[in-house]
């Protein structure tokens, strides 16, 4: 899916807008274009003027961000205890305030970390600009078809493409001299460090000799922040008029640096004929890469300033939520699928084992029976078995092992009782034993008549044996569900 990205970067007399293509991750420049603004010109002429430059019939952007010239900013560096986003948004005001010459609420505010601190401690590189020219410009452009999603200072873009281009540097530092202004951007540690913009005095008769000690001078003051000497490791990237040999000269001596133009760096864009983006669009371009990445805290347009979304940008949440809906409706018709295949490959399985299981206990059944016929007759069989089970079931209640268990369990094993002859059928048992005496085969009976095993226990022929101290007796015993035979 295809985004664009337009950046708008005002200076006080110019205008650059940067038209960036982003699609599957590539970026491209699509439009690269200029205008001459006159003094003091209106936010409305600045948005007529922008939308000038585009050409008919373009693609609305799905990303607009506002360029704010870096010198009518207040640059500060803030310390925090704490590093979350939201706490420093909670209390950037207050602790900006006293440096402002305009009351808090006529001013906007965003901030860029820095790495000046270790967490939980921080240290950030907080930007004011006046709210009333913010708002008349943000409701400018979208007058003109082109609202902006972000606003930020031309530095960020400098700060963003400096870190885009050389993202290896230890520390780094960008010196920019384009239409009269010297930007001064640096970097440590993958963070920005300071951002200065300031107005470059004029060389008088193509004498550049004061332009040049002003640069040397500015640069050593920007990397004061870094350390007193320029730090191990420095990069210096040049821009615009920064890169004329005598500036350069003078700027290497000072910091003992070899310096490179940025637009010599790898990754610098090309137009869409092939040749290389000017570098007066350095700060345009880098605008567009912060737009593309998302600009966070350095967007002043947050908060209470959140603009509402766009018609494009509708449209393209619109068409994600609409290739999120198909990818998830494709994910369930491929859910579907893989859980239908499973389910038959199961099925076959299955069948496979039921039909092994019905060859081995019926190795007999005709090979033409279908499954199903060889479950019927295997069911019918099992009826049959069953209902015989049934019936033997009704002519007794046990095996014989469970019967003669359960006699010489009741009969016990102390010798009081000893069985001399034991005979049984299918309705009853009949067991002649000798005892030590009467009450021993009543007990005996007692014990035997709670078995379930047995329906009914009688004793037959009890006689007394003085002679053996032993009582002879006679044990009848009618098996519980037998049936009843005729006397």
């Known amino acids: 899916m ?46 007529a003027q922008a939308a000038s430059l585009l050409p008919d ?22 310390p925090f205890p704490f590093t979350a986003p939201n706490k420093i948004d909670l209390v950037l005001g207050p602790e900006f305030e006293p440096y402002l010459a305009t009351p808090l609420p006529e001013a906007a505010l965003s901030w860029t970390p820095t790495a000046l601190a ?41 700060d963003t493409l400096l870190a885009s281009l050389l993202p290896g540097a230890e520390a780094a530092l960008c010196v920019s001299l384009l239409n009269g202004r010297a930007d001064f951007v640096c970097r440590l540690h993958g963070a920005s460090l300071a951002w200065r913009s300031l107005p470059a ?74 040749e290389p983006l000017p570098d007066a669009y350095a700060a345009a371009y880098g605008l567009a890469l912060l737009a593309a990445k998302g600009p966070g805290t350095a967007n002043f347009l947050r908060g209470a300033l959140t603009p509402a979304l766009s018609r494009s940008s509708l449209r393209r949440a619109i068409g994600l939520a609409g290739g999120s809906l198909v990818l998830l409706a494709l994910c369930g018709v491929v859910a579907l699928v893989a859980a239908y295949w499973r389910l038959d490959a199961a099925l076959t399985r299955t069948l496979d084992e039921t039909s092994a299981i019905v060859a081995a206990a019926a190795p007999e059944l005709a090979a033409g029976l279908t499954l199903s016929q060889k479950l019927s007759v295997l069911r019918g069989r099992l009826a049959e078995l069953t209902a015989s089970a049934r019936e033997q079931g009704q002519t007794g209640t046990g095996s014989i092992l469970e019967v003669l268990a359960a006699i010489h369990q009741e009969l016990g094993a102390n010798g009081t009782v000893q069985a001399r002859r034991i005979a049984a059928d299918d309705t009853r048992v009949t067991i002649d034993a000798v005892a030590d005496d009467y009450t021993t085969v009543d007990a ?44």
């Open 118 to 158: 270790t967490p939980p401690a921080a240290v950030t590189l907080a930007a004011a600009v006046p709210l009333s020219a913010l708002t008349a410009q943000t409701a400018a452009l979208t007058a003109h078809g082109l609202p902006p999603s972000a606003a930020c200072l031309d530095l960020a873009g400098l």
């Open 2 to 47: 295809r985004e664009f990205i337009l950046a708008v970067c005002q200076r006080p007399e110019s205008l650059d807008v940067l038209r960036l293509e982003r699609t599957r991750g590539r970026l491209a420049v699509t439009l690269a274009a200029s205008a001459a603004l006159p003094p003091g010109a209106s936010p409305e002429a600045m948005a």
């Open 444 to 487: 005996v009976k007692r014990r035997l008549s709670a078995v379930p095993v047995f329906r009914s226990v009688e004793i037959k022929g009890a006689k007394n044996l003085p002679d053996k101290k032993q009582v002879e007796f006679q044990l009848d015993l009618r098996l519980a569900g037998g049936r009843e035979q005729a006397p």
């Open 201 to 274: 005095p004029m060389a008088v008769a193509g004498d550049t000799a004061g332009v040049s000690a002003f640069l040397a001078r500015e640069a050593a003051l920007t990397l004061s922040a870094m350390a007193s000497q320029s730090p191990a490791g420095l990069s210096l990237a040049l821009v615009g008029e920064a890169c004329l040999e005598s500036h350069a000269s003078a700027l290497e001596q000072a910091l003992a640096v070899p310096p490179t133009r940025l637009a010599a760096c790898a990754g610098w864009p090309l137009l869409p004929g092939g």
């Open 57 to 78: 019939g373009a693609q609305p952007a799905d990303q607009t961000i506002l360029g704010l010239d870096g010198a009518n900013a207040v640059l500060r560096r803030l």
